[in-house]
């Protein structure tokens, strides 16, 4: 649970600076997206974070994103998912 947490902090940090606005249900709203959640996990990559890091980060962030739409937050469960030989794969570079 401490890692689930300190996970959404670092994902919504990181989203409230992209677009430069604090944590609320408005930003997550227009911005809990496939393309947001993507450039995420890219900046997680060039920040040379283990690929088992970012892979737990991934999955807290779409457990978060299932319980923001059982909360009526969005409407759509985004799920992105790179495919194995495009640019976010960060197991190959392993």
Not at 6 to 19: A, E, V
Request: no cysteine.
């Amino acid at each position: 649970m401490k890692n689930y947490s300190l996970d959404l902090r670092s994902f919504l940090s990181w989203m409230s600076g992209i677009k430069q606005e604090s944590p609320s249900i408005g930003l997550l709203q227009q911005s809990l997206t496939n393309e947001v959640i993507t450039q995420y996990q890219l900046a997680l990559v060039n920040k040379h974070t283990q690929p088992a890091t970012i892979d737990r980060h991934m999955a807290s962030v779409r457990s978060f994103a299932g319980y923001a739409q059982r909360q009526g937050w969005i409407d759509e469960v985004p799920n992105p998912r790179p495919k194995a030989d495009g640019p976010l794969d960060h197991k190959a570079n392993t």
